[in-house]
């Protein structure tokens, strides 16, 4: 291997908002992206320009998957080929890439000690192999039967979560052996399940995986970690559903759980060498399905489920919006991922992208993309305790000859969104002129426009601070300028 860079369900969810505290925001700078295995391409062409499209929609991370099998210690050459192809697209679009690495059916769920063996070393050599990947994902939905069994033990207790326990810390240590800084994302768990080891779907809920995942870590005896982040798919119940829907006597987590989910993972953790209420959370699937209009419909195969109830591209757009503002002022949140960014052609699976099928965009399109540089300007929603400091960069005030031109424009980028006040300063004291302005991050011009400043000597002061969750306002001033 080559080096790289190197029934307690509403008692908890009332403690939880006691512990998550005012909300200070995961902020503009969490990850936003897209689950999408289109990318993934046995060519780079078609990988550069699938991963160009993702980009142009404005997601600057994506998630691609590979499927472990029994017997295999390493990806085939076909897998690394395509993963290596995502993974130089990537670099060229400047997008962050997550790879999720699971077993693909119950069939194949890792459970003996060499099966779980080969699991991590399949994960390391991604890790090895493909330098510039940091953030894997181990698992995807095991508390699901879809993707793990047995579920429930003989005398009905939680068995899928202490095995998968066992497996994420040999993975853990095997990729952290590869690079102590790949981060190692635990749980992709579905965000609902039955608990009911009787019944005909046998599947665990989020809320009684993580209490089980807790138990198992401490009878360990670990004094290590297992995971760096907790990554979870936060659906709604379906598409019609808002995403601010909370779950206080279920044993559901969707966005608007946030505070049941702190307090699930620090009643788990907290205390252990493995951490809990402070973990990161990426949200690695959330998916709102839209309805397919008459001239599309020939690009679709199959019927949508009834249970599903997509919504128009309106209101997938501002579901999405939604999302996306809860997610902004959750502490902990490391980012989220749309699932997907492209629609699935089966009416069976999904039809959550902002592109059709074909690749065109939906009317939704834009509205989303907008969402998203929001987020990234930190303007997206006002957050309790979240203060953005911003300070202006590249600032260039006109010379003495041109400000007696005429020339009252100043220059500048901000990092983030911003605010600004200019305003022209009499050296005598007071202020002759002022004007203020708002931009998105980016380069700005801000002008006094024709203002008279007589012959008074001033100085230029340029003031920006962030438009909605203001931090400390930064000022630059110029040198004396004179009109005349």
């Not at 492209?342 to 099928?357: C, F, I, K, N, R």
């Amino acid at each position: 291997m080559s080096p790289r860079r190197l029934p307690l369900v509403v008692m908890l969810a009332l403690a939880a908002g006691a512990l998550a505290g005012p909300a200070r925001g995961a902020g503009p700078a969490m990850a936003l992206g897209a689950a999408e295995d289109v990318v993934r391409a046995p060519d780079l062409p078609t990988a550069q320009a699938k991963m160009a499209q993702l980009r142009l929609a404005g997601f600057t991370a994506v998630r691609v998957t590979s499927n472990w099998l029994p017997g295999l210690v390493a990806p085939t050459a076909d897998e690394l080929r395509e993963l290596r192809n995502v993974e130089i697209a990537a670099r060229l679009n400047a997008v962050q890439v997550y790879v999720s690495v699971y077993n693909p059916g119950q069939k194949t769920t890792p459970l003996s000690a060499v099966e779980q063996s080969q699991f991590a070393q399949y994960t390391a050599a991604i890790a090895a192999d493909l330098p510039s990947i940091d953030d894997i994902i181990v698992g995807n939905e095991p508390n699901l039967n879809r993707f793990w069994l047995p579920q429930f033990a003989e005398d009905g207790s939680n068995a899928s979560a202490p095995a998968y326990l066992a497996l994420l810390a040999q993975t853990y240590d095997a990729l952290k052996a590869v690079d102590p800084k790949v981060i190692v994302w635990g749980g992709a768990l579905a965000p609902r399940g039955s608990d009911r080891p009787g019944g005909i779907r046998p599947t665990s809920s989020p809320t009684a995986f993580i209490q089980a995942m807790g138990a198992a870590y401490r009878a360990s005896g670990r004094t290590t970690p297992v995971m760096d982040g907790l990554a979870i798919h936060p659906y709604p119940d379906n598409s019609s559903q808002s995403p601010d829907f909370p779950h206080p006597r279920s044993t559901s987590i969707g966005l608007a759980d946030y505070g049941k989910l702190v307090g699930l993972l620090g009643q788990a953790f907290d205390g252990t060498a493995q951490p809990g209420s402070t973990l990161p959370i990426l949200y690695d699937e959330f998916g709102i399905e839209s309805t397919i209009p008459a001239g599309k419909r020939s690009l679709y195969t199959g019927n949508e489920p009834k249970t599903t109830k997509p919504v128009d591209e309106r209101q997938q757009a501002a579901s999405y919006d939604l999302g996306l503002r809860i997610a902004f002022c959750q502490p902990t949140v490391a980012g989220i991922l749309l699932f997907h960014s492209q629609d699935e052609p089966a009416l069976l699976s999904w039809q959550s992208g902002v592109y059709y099928a074909d690749g065109t965009p939906k009317s939704s399109f834009w509205a989303v993309r907008d969402s998203l540089v929001r987020v990234r300007g930190g303007s997206i929603a006002h957050c309790d305790g979240m203060a953005l400091d911003v300070a202006a960069a590249g600032v260039r005030f006109p010379g003495q000859a041109a400000f007696r031109r005429g020339v009252r424009t100043v220059r500048f980028r901000c990092p983030l969104d911003c605010a600004w006040t200019l305003e022209a300063v009499r050296t005598s004291g007071g202020v002759a002129a002022t004007a203020r302005g708002w931009s998105q991050a980016g380069g700005v011009v801000a002008t006094l426009g024709r203002a008279k400043l007589g012959k008074t000597p001033v100085r230029l002061r340029l003031t920006v601070v962030h438009p909605i969750n203001p931090g400390t306002p930064h000022s630059v001033t110029s040198g004396v300028l004179r009109a005349a």
